[in-house]
């Protein structure tokens, strides 16, 4: 069955360094879209991405984040100068349409010292 | 120091019984509900959607109940198994956006 993979599950940055944090979607999907969740707390939506472009943002994605679709199958979240409160996990997920089943990786745990 | 984060609800049953997780959503437009499950240190798992046409939907031992004159959505398991142990949350779909609550905590005692 395909699923979502990313990569690496656990990084670990010092505060002010650049990270990039990186999933494979399922082949044929089109929306993709990127999710955190604090130790404890319920997953937030960051970003939809559809078509190379973002579609929708929520106020967590400031400045310091980005997306990219560098090629055809991987889609990367870079945070630029991470803070103590990035720590959490990151799941990336992505759906056939924009209003279907999002199928989630394993997600990344990123722990910023 | 004190850590800070969500109580979630809990439910504790015994195996083999049934289970229902309860889910209120906050937006009468959302016309599309999953359920997750989230087992410790995992993503979440797809188990069953709904349209908001719609007032019920099975699947393998679990069902949706859509009630969307309360804005209620509920989440049946049947005979339920230890491995059903985990975080149970549902997600309401707007737009693009998908919103999630804060999820439940299902303990399966064997």
């Known amino acids: 069955e395909p699923e979502v993979t990313q990569t690496p599950s656990h990084q670990v940055t010092q505060m002010g360094q650049e990270v990039i944090l990186r999933c494979v979607p399922i082949s044929n999907h089109l929306y993709f879209y990127w999710y955190r969740q604090i130790l404890g707390q319920k997953v937030e939506f960051l970003v939809s991405?559809?078509?190379?472009?973002?579609?929708?943002k929520s106020e967590i994605f400031d400045d310091q984040f980005s997306v990219e679709r560098p090629d055809g199958s991987n889609f990367t979240l870079k945070i630029r100068s991470t803070k103590l409160e990035d720590s959490a996990m990151y799941f990336c997920?992505?759906?056939?349409?924009?209003?279907?089943?999002?199928?989630f990786g394993p997600g990344t745990r990123l722990t910023v010292l | 120091g004190e850590s800070v984060g969500l109580h979630l609800p809990t439910l504790s049953v015994q195996e083999g019984d049934n289970s229902i997780i309860n889910c209120a959503y906050s937006n009468s437009a959302s016309d599309y509900f999953i359920w997750y499950k989230q087992e410790s240190g995992k993503g979440p798992q797809f188990i069953i959607d709904i349209r908001s046409n719609m007032d019920k939907r099975q699947g393998q031992r679990v069902t949706v109940l859509l009630n969307k004159t309360v804005k209620h959505l509920s989440l049946q398991i049947a005979a339920t198994q230890p491995g059903d142990s985990a975080v149970y949350f549902c997600a309401e779909n707007t737009g693009n956006q998908f919103y999630f609550g804060t999820g439940t905590s299902l303990t399966v005692i064997p």
């Open positions: 991405f559809y078509n190379n472009e973002i579609s929708e």
């Open positions: 997920a992505s759906s056939a349409t924009g209003e279907d089943t999002q199928y």
